[in-house]
């Protein structure tokens, strides 16, 4: 039960801290007549997500290998760019949301605010998906208090996504951007990174094939595991598996690491290109920023 309320709480508050940034953010501009772009958003991604895993399951025999990996990739990559404009956007319109808010209405022209559906939407399929599958799983079905724990979470999830957004529209206009800028710069970092590991492993999985038709038509030898790995780890602060098997807090299957690997993109064990992405990322987005708040100046 424990297991299935710490995965799905974790999947369903990333949603929700986004959502939540999004609807206090409406609140703060006076443009609380958008609120039903985020909420169609929720729904189609809620809809899309059980369609999506079940057809995954149909037609693909679940969500595993290549193709998972791909899909994977793929959607972090696009929720990291939509973060992204998101951000930058919020950058720009700082000062003016400060001082003129009834001036906003004009930037939130018809391609905006599907912009803002879309955005709302990725972050439901990406997680939904997951979600949905991992409830699917008949390991988990066959044992009620799983089910119950995974329903636990998801309302656990949702008020304490709530309880952050009733607090932030309480927030200064500056602070909170400046704030809710930084956590989604972190988030969409790890996003970024995860993608880059996905794709890692897209092409892991493309060598190890090569390897192996080679192997078998007598072309090739076979190449130990550490030397067909294309990402190896740079260094790994993984705590000791405990001695019963489980994993310590801060393990990156742990539990507390596990949610900040998935919130902000937390990894002790990075390879080279998990790390340049990474660090690039939040690097190219602070950049911008600069320069946004010095053309201000």
């Known amino acids: 039960m424990l297991t299935s309320f710490i995965i799905t709480f974790r999947e369903t508050l990333e949603v929700s801290l986004v959502v939540g940034i999004i609807l206090s953010y409406l609140v703060k501009t006076k443009e609380t007549k958008y609120n039903p772009v985020v909420y169609v958003g929720i729904v189609a991604g809620v809809i899309a ?21 791909l899909f994977e990739g793929t959607l972090l990559l696009l929720g990291a760019f939509l973060l992204t404009t998101m951000i930058l956007w919020m950058m720009q319109q700082k000062q003016v949301v400060a001082k003129m808010h009834e001036k906003l209405a004009e ?10 559906f879309f955005l709302v939407f990725v972050a439901v399929l990406r997680e939904g998906v ?10 988990y079905v066959a044992e009620e208090s799983q089910l119950y724990g995974a329903i636990l979470g998801i309302v656990a999830a949702i008020v304490l996504g709530y309880l952050l957004f ?4 309480r927030v200064d206009i500056k602070k909170y951007f400046t704030v809710t800028s930084v956590l989604l710069i972190l ?16 092409a892991e999985s493309f060598e ?6 080679e192997t078998a038509t007598g072309q090739g030898t076979a190449v130990p595991e550490s030397e067909e790995m294309s990402g190896e780890v740079l260094w790994n602060l993984n705590p000791a598996v405990n001695a019963d098997g489980s994993y310590p807090l801060l393990h990156e299957n742990g539990h507390v690491g596990a ?16 790390l340049l992405s ?8 602070s950049f911008l920023w600069w320069r946004v708040e010095h053309k201000k100046e």
Do not use: W
Request: overall charge negative.
């Open 130 to 139: 997951e979600t949905v599958i991992y409830l699917d799983a008949a390991r």
């Open 187 to 202: 988030f969409a970092a790890g996003l970024v990174s995860h993608g880059v590991h996905e794709f890692e492993e897209v």
């Open 107 to 116: 930037h939130l022209s018809k391609a905006q605010k599907f912009e803002l």
């Open 166 to 169: 009733v607090a932030s529209v």
């Open 259 to 274: 949610f900040l690997k998935e919130l902000f993109g937390y990894n002790p064990a990075p390879t080279l290109a998990e």
């Open 49 to 69: 997500s059980l369609i999506g895993a079940m057809l995954f399951n149909k037609f693909a025999n679940g969500f595993t290998g290549i193709h998972e990996q």
């Open 278 to 285: 990474y660090v690039g990322y939040i690097l190219l987005v």
């Open 208 to 213: 190890a094939e090569e390897a192996a038709q």
